[in-house]
C-alpha cells in the first residue's frame, strides 16, 4: 500500500531519531523507497553527515566491519557506508537477471572480488567464525547460478576478472549430483580448457618468467591460476584414496587472510607465514605427451583438447612434503641463481628469504630455497627452487590465493631451472598445515 499524506505526517510525528532506528531494521532497498515518498523522508535518509544509517545497515545486513581492516592497499579517505551498500545491493539485482549487459556482468564480477578481499582476516581465538562478506558472496552467486552460465566476457579485462572470483571459489559451486549429465559434461569441458591453459608450453617463456603472469606488468594471469586450480582439485578428486587426510582448504573461506593453521599469531617478522610445515602437490605429464599434445602426434593436431580424452592418457600427480624456516638473504647458498625480487616498498611486508627440506616419492629429500614478496596491489608472489645433491633442478612461481597467509595457499607452476627448450613443466598447490598433520613421504625414509 502506498504512502498517504496522512501516513507520513504521522510518522514524522515520532522522533527522528526512532523513526532512523526502526529504518536500519530495514532492507536498503525498502529505505531507499521510503526517501522516495517526500522530502523530509528524502532528507532524514541521506542528509545525516555521519552516514548513522546507512552504516547501521551495512552492518547489519550483515557485512564486515571495515573498520577493523587494515591494509595498506584500501583507498584512503573516509568509508563510504551508502555507496559501497548501493554498490553491493547493484551487484545483487545484476546477479539476480536473466540477461544482463557485459558491462553489467563485469561490474557485479568486480564487486563480488571487492567483497571477498574486504572480508575480515581471521583472529585467534575465533579461526571459526566465517565471514558475512564470504557468506553473502556465497549465497547470491548460488542462488542466482549466476556464474554456471556465464559466457566470456569478450574483453581481456572481464575475462581476467570472471577467472578471478572462479579461482577463489575453485568449483565449489560447480559440484553436481551423479544423476547430472549436464553437470558432468559441464566439469568435462571445464577440465579439458583448464589442461589446455596449463599444459601449452607457448604459455611459458621468460617475459612472464616462467609462471601464471600476463606480460604487460607481469600482473597476474588469471585464467592461468583458474585453470591450475581447476587441474588439481580434479586430479585429486580422481584420488580419493591417495593420501585422504592430506587436502588442501578451497574456497571463500580459505581466501580470508591468516586462515592458515597457526598464522593468527606470527612470529616476529614473519608476516608472510612462511615458517612451518606445508604439503603441496605437483602434477606432470609424461614427456612424451607433453610432446604429442604441443606439437601433434598420434592422430591429434598441435593442442587438441581430445588428446585428454585418448585411453592411453594419464596425468601423474605427487605428494611432497616441507619444512620451512627463514633466513637472511646473505646466507642464500651459491647454487640458488633464480631471480631475486625486488625490494618491497612496502615496511610492513619486506621480502622474505627461506630454506627448509622436502620429501617426496620414496622419501628422496631436496632441499628448497625461495622468496616471498608483496607485490602492488596486495597479492603475494612465491618463487623457490629445488636443490638436490649441490644441484639446482626445478624452478616454481606461484601466487597467494587470497590474503596474507591464506588457509588456501599458493598455486602455481614448475619447470627446468635453466627453462631449456623442451623442459616440463606443471602445475602445483602449495599449502600450509599443522605441525602435527599426517605424514608419507618422510616415513618412507625410516623404511
Known amino acids: 500500500m502506498a504512502a498517504t499524506p496522512t501516513t507520513l505526517s504521522r510518522v514524522f510525528q515520532i522522533p527522528p531519531e526512532l523513526t532512523e532506528h526502526t529504518l536500519t531494521l530495514c532492507h536498503p532497498r525498502d529505505v531507499e523507497s521510503f526517501s522516495q515518498t517526500c522530502r523530509k523522508a528524502r532528507r532524514l535518509v541521506y542528509g545525516s553527515p555521519d552516514q548513522y544509517l546507512w552504516r547501521q545497515l551495512f552492518l547489519l545486513f550483515p557485512f564486515d566491519d571495515p573498520r577493523l581492516i587494515s591494509s595498506p592497499f584500501q583507498e584512503d579517505g573516509q568509508f563510504n557506508w551508502r555507496k559501497e551498500l548501493h554498490r553491493r545491493m547493484e551487484a545483487q539485482l545484476i546477479a539476480c537477471r536473466t540477461s544482463s549487459t557485459p558491462e553489467d556482468l563485469l ?15 581471521v583472529t585467534w581465538g575465533h579461526e571459526r567464525v566465517p565471514s558475512p562478506n564470504l557468506l553473502w558472496v556465497v549465497e547470491v552467486l548460488q542462488s542466482t547460478n549466476m556464474l554456471r552460465y556465464l559466457p566470456l566476457l569478450f ?22 549430483d551423479d544423476d547430472d549429465v549436464e553437470g558432468k559434461e559441464r566439469l568435462k569441458s571445464i577440465r579439458t580448457r583448464s589442461r589446455c591453459q596449463v599444459y601449452d608450453l607457448r604459455n611459458y617463456h621468460q617475459d612472464n618468467e616462467w609462471g601464471p603472469f600476463n606480460i604487460i606488468a607481469g600482473e597476474v594471469d588469471w585464467t592461468h591460476i583458474e585453470s591450475i586450480i581447476n587441474v588439481v582439485s580434479m586430479n585429486l578428486s580422481d584420488r580419493l584414496n591417495d593420501w585422504p587426510d592430506t587436502r588442501p582448504r578451497y574456497g571463500l573461506e580459505a581466501t580470508r587472510a591468516y586462515s592458515a ?18 604439503r603441496r602437490y605437483v602434477c606432470f605429464m609424461d614427456y612424451r ?18 588428446y585428454f580424452d585418448t585411453p592411453h592418457f594419464e596425468e601423474a600427480m605427487r605428494l611432497i612434503e616441507l619444512k620451512l624456516t627463514l633466513i637472511d638473504a646473505q646466507t642464500i647458498p651459491e647454487v640458488y641463481t633464480l631471480g631475486r625480487f625486488p625490494d618491497s616498498p612496502y615496511k610492513h611486508y619486506p621480502t622474505l628469504y627461506f630454506t627448509g627440506s622436502s620429501w617426496g616419492i620414496k622419501g628422496n629429500e631436496a632441499t628448497v630455497v625461495g622468496s616471498v614478496t608483496m607485490s602492488e596491489g596486495g597479492v603475494v608472489r ?19 590465493i587470497g590474503g596474507i597467509a591464506s588457509a588456501f595457499g599458493i598455486i602455481g607452476t614448475w619447470t627446468g631451472v635453466h627453462h631449456d627448450h623442451g623442459d616440463p613443466v606443471g602445475p602445483f598447490w602449495l599449502y600450509k598445515v599443522e605441525d602435527d598433520h599426517p605424514i608419507y613421504m618422510r616415513t618412507l625414509v625410516n623404511n
Open 289 to 306: 605427451d607433453l610432446f604429442a599434445f604441443n606439437y601433434g602426434n598420434r592422430g591429434h593436431g598441435q593442442r587438441d583438447g581430445t
Open 261 to 278: 593453521p597457526g598464522t593468527t599469531s606470527l612470529a616476529t617478522g614473519d608476516w608472510a607465514g612462511v615458517e612451518g610445515h606445508w
Open 382 to 400: 612465491w618463487r623457490f627452487a629445488s636443490i638436490a645433491n649441490s644441484h639446482i633442478q626445478w624452478s616454481s612461481e606461484g601466487v597467494q
Open 155 to 176: 574483453s581481456e579485462e572481464g575475462n581476467q576478472s570472471l577467472a578471478r572470483l572462479r579461482a577463489y571459489l575453485a568449483l565449489t559451486l560447480d559440484e553436481y
Open 107 to 121: 561490474k557485479a564480477i568486480e564487486t563480488f572480488i571487492s567483497v571477498v578481499q574486504s572480508a575480515a582476516p
